[in-house]
């Protein structure tokens, strides 16, 4: 594969995607996503419906903190976690991508929808009277993927949990505090997002020259 720009990398794993669609059937969507995109991440999706998604939806929040806690340096896969996504749960798991210089370029994501398999173990617990756990965690994975079909979806989530992290509403906000708050989301890569200087600013109900004086602390 040498010799391949990224996206041209990227398109040689859609044999692959499809191989596994074909394999896990119509209950498993499997997608290809570039980060070097974000707000319109994915190149190939099959049976986006049960997500909700389709091609030229954004990145989630679980591969903005892959991509800012550098988890693809050591491994070359997050297996077997939990997403949620258009009323449905997922037992989810990606694949990092890389280029010959060890660099994530994207990913090849396999989400199965567990609502099928849940209600027929309910039924079986049911029927020989035994009472199971929740689906177990991937211990190398702490935050809940979510699925987004658009940007704004994807920005008010992260804005929230940015805001839920100072745990005070923004109108009682220090300057100090909506600083935090920029500094979070900034971490997070919030701001390689279209349009999130101007959701930010609407959020902490300050101007958007405000947010790039914030964000200058850090750039």
């Not at 995607?17 to 190149?43: H, M, R, W, Y």
């Not at 939806?57 to 591969?63: A, E, G, I, R």
């Not at 994530?104 to 173990?121: F, H, R, S, T």
Request: aromatic share 10%.
């Amino acid at each position: 594969m040498k010799n391949l720009n990224n996206r041209e990398l990227l398109k040689k794993y859609i044999p692959v995607a499809k191989f596994i669609s074909e394999i896990l059937g119509d209950n498993c969507e499997v997608v290809i996503q570039d980060i070097t995109t974000p707000n319109n991440s994915i190149i190939f999706i099959k049976n986006g419906h049960l997500t909700g998604r389709n091609i030229g939806s954004p990145l989630t929040n679980l591969v903005f903190n892959i991509i800012q806690n550098k988890t693809y340096t050591n491994k070359n896969y997050a297996a077997n976690y939990k997403a949620v996504g258009n009323f449905k749960t997922f037992k989810s798991s990606s694949y990092f991508i890389k280029n010959d210089d060890n660099k994530i370029i994207g990913l090849l994501c396999v989400n199965i929808d567990v609502e099928p398999y849940n209600k027929v173990k309910d039924l079986m617990d049911k029927l020989s009277f035994v009472s199971n756990t929740d689906v177990s965690e991937n211990e190398n994975i702490k935050t809940q993927e979510q699925f987004y079909d658009n940007v704004d979806d994807l920005l008010c989530t992260m804005i929230n949990e940015a805001i839920s992290e100072i745990n005070i509403l923004p109108e009682r906000m220090s300057a100090n505090e909506k600083i935090c708050v920029v500094k979070y989301l900034y971490d997070k890569g919030a701001f390689n997002l279209k349009g999130a200087v101007v959701k930010v600013a609407k959020a902490l109900l300050v101007s958007e020259p405000t947010i790039y004086r914030y964000l200058n602390k850090y750039m």
